[in-house]
């Protein structure tokens, strides 16, 4: 199956600071999702973007399907964007499955 | 717009009981799922449904069942509950259309100990 790898596993950031993390797929996928866990264990929806560049406040997000990654970038951190962020992609193949990758630790510290 | 509801958020129960918990989305979604997430694997998807009487089986459905006679709702029931199904238990539903197919939207998670 379809193998997502997230870099880097953990991030420490002071306030204020800009970060970005990468998401790697192996095949081609039809939806791809970024997720923040924040830590009440909410999953909350971030980009849905197979492709292409959105922005929404201090986050933004870039999928390059045909190279096979995504890059979420935070801006201007803040204690609150402390959580795991998940990236999560379906193969064309790969019918209804949702595979995620294994998350990027941010820890914002004030 | 209340969205994706589960409940109970929180369960404790003893080996070999019976226990269900609740998904119930507002959306009108066609598609419906069921998540487990435990540390070291990740979320694993358990059942999924496309529709109104309409289930399969993901990755890790062994020890679980899955109904679902309405649309909006699809619990998820553990017949006999083990130790190793303690876990946080995610409901996902799907939304479809030309410019959104196939956004998930996930519950706020449910809790269960298995003593």
């Known amino acids: 199956g379809i193998q997502v790898e997230q870099s880097p596993p953990d991030l420490i950031l002071q306030e204020g600071a800009n970060s970005t993390l990468r998401c790697n797929f192996s095949?081609?996928?039809?939806?791809l999702q970024w997720f923040h866990q924040n830590p009440w264990g909410q999953l909350i929806n971030l980009f849905y973007?197979?492709?292409g560049t959105k922005q929404n406040g201090r986050l933004s997000a870039t999928t390059v399907a045909t190279e096979r990654y995504s890059l979420l970038y935070i801006s201007s951190s803040q204690t609150t964007d402390s959580g795991v962020y998940f990236c999560?992609?379906?193969?064309?193949?790969?019918?209804?499955?949702?595979?995620f990758g294994g998350g990027t630790r941010v820890l914002v510290k004030p | 717009d209340a969205g994706i509801t589960q409940s109970p958020r929180y369960k404790i129960t003893e080996t070999g009981r019976q226990v269900t918990l609740m998904c119930h989305q507002t959306?009108?979604?066609?598609?419906m799922f069921w998540y487990r997430q435990d540390l070291g694997h990740g979320l694993r998807l358990i059942y999924y449904?496309?529709?109104?009487?309409?289930?399969d089986k993901g990755e890790v459905p062994d020890g679980y069942v899955v109904s679902r006679s309405k649309t909006e709702n699809f619990p998820l029931t553990l017949e006999s509950a083990t130790r190793s199904q303690t876990s946080v238990y995610f409901c996902?539903?799907?939304?479809?259309?030309?410019?959104?197919?196939?956004?998930?939207?996930f519950g706020e998670g449910s809790r269960l100990t298995v003593l």
């Open positions: 449904s496309a529709a109104a009487d309409i289930t």
């Open positions: 973007i197979p492709s």
């Open positions: 959306w009108s979604h066609s598609y």
């Open positions: 996902a539903s799907r939304r479809e259309g030309a410019l959104w197919a196939g956004e998930l939207f």
């Open positions: 095949d081609s996928v039809n939806n």
């Open positions: 999560a992609v379906r193969a064309k193949a790969a019918g209804n499955k949702l595979t």
